[in-house]
T-cell receptor, first 114, second 114 residues
Framework: AQSVTQLGSHVSVSEGALVLLRCNYS??????LFWYVQYPNQGLQLLLK??????LVKGINGFEAEFKKSETSFHLTKPSAHMSDAAEYFC????????????FGSGTRLQVQP | DVKVTQSSRYLVKRTGEKVFLECVQD?????MFWYRQDPGLGLRLIYF???????EKGDIPEGYSVSREKKERFSLILESASTNQTSMYLC?????????????FGEGSWLTVV
């Protein structure tokens, strides 16, 4: 079985500061890893995903994440926060074995201060 | 663009009522999912379906059932709604191949049981 841990249910940064949202996963087989963003009263939108190949993945809105197998991590970063980045972010994992659904972390709410 | 449509955004139902949440996708996806989202718990899988008339239990199936009579439509049924089923419900869909494929989400249905 796989699982995801997101450290920090709330993160607050200043506009222009680095954004770092942490995600660690547990999986006995090679994982596929995803970051989704949810704006208020909306569904989830895919930010980026890692399947195979390059471990540094670039997504939409200037976000990127690096798959580190040795650390079982997939942290999300953005060099410079913008007010519009305020949202809830979810890390998720799935594998080739077992069920085809994603397993999600508990989410991190990002606040951006002016 | 993939579109996953949830028919009702906001519902208020009474305890004991039978509730239907409908979801339609327009991309001929084999897989469809129902998740429940609660603060601090992230998204939890209720049921999923990988083909017409096929269904599998997720992590929290108790008190719910599903129906998939047509490929594009996946319904979540609360046989007798209870107050602890007040939540946000998210429908999603995906293809089976490739394995690392994206899961697309609807806008969500806010259900309040009084």
């Amino acid at each position: 079985a796989q699982s995801v841990t997101q450290l920090g249910s709330h993160v607050s940064v200043s506009e222009g500061a680095l954004v770092l949202l942490r995600c660690n996963y547990s999986s006995s087989v090679p994982p596929y890893l995803f970051w989704y963003v949810q704006y208020p009263n909306q569904g989830l939108q895919l930010l980026l995903k890692y399947t195979t190949g390059a471990t540094l993945v670039k997504g939409i809105n200037g976000f990127e994440a690096e798959f580190k197998k040795s650390e079982t991590s997939f942290h999300l970063t953005k060099p410079s926060a913008h007010m519009s980045d305020a949202a809830e972010y979810f890390c998720a994992v799935r594998t080739d074995t077992g069920r085809r659904a994603l397993t999600f972390g508990s989410g991190t709410r990002l606040q951006v201060q002016p | 663009d993939v579109k996953v449509t949830q028919s009702s955004r906001y519902l208020v139902k009474r305890t004991g009522e039978k509730v239907f949440l409908e979801c339609v996708q327009d991309m001929d996806h084999e897989n469809m999912f129902w998740y429940r989202q609660d603060p601090g718990l992230g998204l939890r899988l209720i049921y999923f379906s990988y083909d017409v008339k096929m269904k599998e239990k997720g992590d929290i199936p108790e008190g719910y059932s599903v129906s998939r009579e047509k490929k594009e439509r996946f319904s979540l049924i609360l046989e007798s709604a209870s107050t602890n089923q007040t939540s946000m419900y998210l429908c999603a869909s995906s293809t089976t191949v490739p394995s690392g494929n994206t899961i697309y989400f609807g806008e969500g249905s806010w259900l309040t049981v009084v």
